[in-house]
């Protein structure tokens, strides 16, 4: 059964535990980065913080909440990002991972385009560059163990289960206290579900929660890449004609020999 993890906005305390256990977990560096005048650090994901914790400052419902928000990839169950790679280098797993093969990887960056939540991001600054996200632990979920951010979370913020379960547990909580959450569980049915499931006390548009659609992107996705193959036989056959028109009109030039043009001179 897939996989899933509950994000329960009302336990998280922004300690940020969860990106120092990805960081570790997956070897990545540390970079420098700007201060913002925020806790609030790095600004965004990217290659090398695979995840991170949005802070955020929401007057709602007449009342100031200060709101945590855990930023990584989705997981989407019909994932853009693999429909729109030519060579496969994204796949969806059964146990609900959405995972990368470098080895596949040509370096388009047509899953940066196609993610609605703008997850998968470039290596600008290395020479071997690759595309980097989250991976849902998948090395670790086959080795029986927890995803590392669910690990080290110290409030029980994170709930990893069977998806469905976790569907439940999240109306759940709701019906037992509609004063602590707003009635949604953000990733049910967003872009046809994801594997990330998220409860907040704040509509998750102040949250910077992208507003998509249920319906899967893949179908779109399908049919822009169905339109490359044909709109790059369009272009080359433009660039060819163009080539042919000035190599024409170099071919006179190209073809008559100095002599010849002497010869061709009209007397005055």
Same mark, same amino acid.
């Given at each position: 059964m897939s996989k899933g993890v509950l994000y329960d906005a009302t336990k998280c305390i922004g300690c940020r535990a969860c990106q120092v256990a990805c960081k570790q977990w997956n070897e990545m560096p540390g970079k420098p980065t700007t201060n913002t005048g925020s806790y609030e650090n790095p600004p965004n994901t990217n290659a090398y913080s695979l995840t991170k914790i949005r802070f955020s400052e929401v007057d709602y419902d007449d009342k100031f909440h200060w709101v945590f928000t855990k930023i990584q990839c989705m997981h989407c169950d019909d994932p853009a990002c693999a429909a729109a790679c030519l060579v496969g280098a994204f796949q969806k797993t059964p146990e609900g991972a959405v995972v990368y093969d470098d080895h596949k990887c040509i370096g388009c960056r047509y899953c940066m385009v196609a993610c609605p939540f703008g997850i998968p991001a470039y290596e600008w600054d290395d020479p071997m560059p690759w595309i980097r996200k989250c991976n849902f632990c998948a090395d670790r979920q086959?080795? *029986?163990? #927890?995803?590392?951010?669910?690990?080290?979370?110290?409030? *029980?913020? #994170?709930?990893?289960?069977?998806?469905?379960?976790?569907?439940?547990?999240?109306?759940?909580?709701?019906a037992a206290e509609p004063g602590r959450y707003v009635d949604h569980v953000y990733g049910e049915s967003e872009v046809g579900g994801t594997s990330w499931l998220y409860l907040s006390p704040v509509p998750f548009e102040m949250l910077g929660m992208p507003t998509v659609g249920t319906e899967a992107v893949t179908l779109n996705v399908e049919r822009a890449m169905g339109a490359v193959a044909p709109v790059l036989v369009g272009v080359a056959a433009v660039m060819s004609g163009i080539y042919w028109l000035v190599k024409r009109r170099q071919q006179p030039e190209e073809t008559v020999a100095p002599d010849d043009k002497e010869q061709l001179e009209v007397p005055k």
């Open positions: 086959a080795e *029986g163990l #927890l995803p590392a951010c669910v690990t080290t979370c110290p409030t *029980g913020a #994170l709930k990893f289960g069977d998806r469905e379960d976790l569907i439940i547990d999240a109306h759940q909580r709701i």
